[in-house]
């Protein structure tokens, strides 16, 4: 159980273009789900916290216009990447949690920004 | 503002415990220390948790000090497989929900 997938698993782009990025939790109805980047040989860096039907909580440093998040139902975050630049190619990983139990992580998101 | 630090990498030797220290002094009375490892360009994988007392489960044990302001993730037989990066992360409460907080892990090889 607690299953948590990512789509699409990897993505290339052009500069400019928008990307977006599906976070579905298989067996649960998440209440939170969360976004992290993590760049090479580096840790996660949580960018944001979304609840379901409510406005994404963005940390400190992250552009909440370029970093869109909706979280349309208890199962499901979705993350908009827009006007992608080289910059944010970067591994991009979604978690789900369930009240104040353990976050249950995707497998990533691999961008890479040409 | 990582509030953890850990080794940067550590080797085992196949079959003998791996025992991996974390620092954690400015945590607070209610804040939980919670154990991942990640194997390369995965998703990390959720291990154990602990607030106070020794915890121990089909994976791990964590042993935390009294004072709290460290502890240490025991891998009992280690095999070739849990070759990973071990990260030891505070839950901090903000906001109304709960947020990890992720140190930079410890490159953990075991080897055979």
């Known amino acids: 159980g607690a299953v948590v997938s990512q789509h699409p698993s990897w993505v290339i782009c052009k500069s400019g273009t928008s990307v977006k990025i599906e976070c579905r939790s298989l067996?649960?109805?998440?209440?939170?789900m969360f976004w992290y980047r993590q760049f090479p040989k580096q840790s996660l860096m949580l960018m944001a916290t979304s609840n379901e039907g409510s406005k994404a909580t963005y940390e400190q440093g992250v552009e909440k216009d370029k970093f869109l998040i909706n979280h349309a139902s208890l199962t499901l975050s979705t993350l908009t990447v827009t006007s992608a630049h080289p910059e944010d190619s970067s591994f991009y990983i979604c978690s789900a949690r369930v009240d104040s139990r353990e976050q249950f992580f995707g497998p990533g998101t691999r961008l890479t920004v040409l | 503002d990582a509030k953890t630090t850990q080794p940067p990498s550590m080797d085992c030797a196949e079959g003998r415990a791996a025992n991996l220290p974390c620092n954690h002094s400015?945590?607070?009375?209610?804040?939980?220390v919670y154990w991942y490892r990640q194997i390369h360009s995965q998703g990390p994988q959720y291990i154990i948790h602990g607030l106070k007392n020794n915890e121990t489960n089909e994976m791990a044990s964590l042993i935390i000090t009294e004072d709290r302001k460290s502890s240490t993730l025991i891998l009992p037989h280690a095999t070739l497989r849990d070759t990973a990066v071990y990260y030891c992360?505070?839950?901090?409460?903000?906001?109304?929900?709960?947020?990890?907080?992720f140190g930079t892990g410890t490159r953990l090889k075991v080897l055979a």
């Open positions: 067996d649960f109805q998440a209440t939170t």
């Open positions: 400015t945590i607070s009375g209610n804040e939980y």
């Open positions: 992360i505070v839950r901090v409460a903000t906001s109304g929900t709960y947020k990890y907080i």
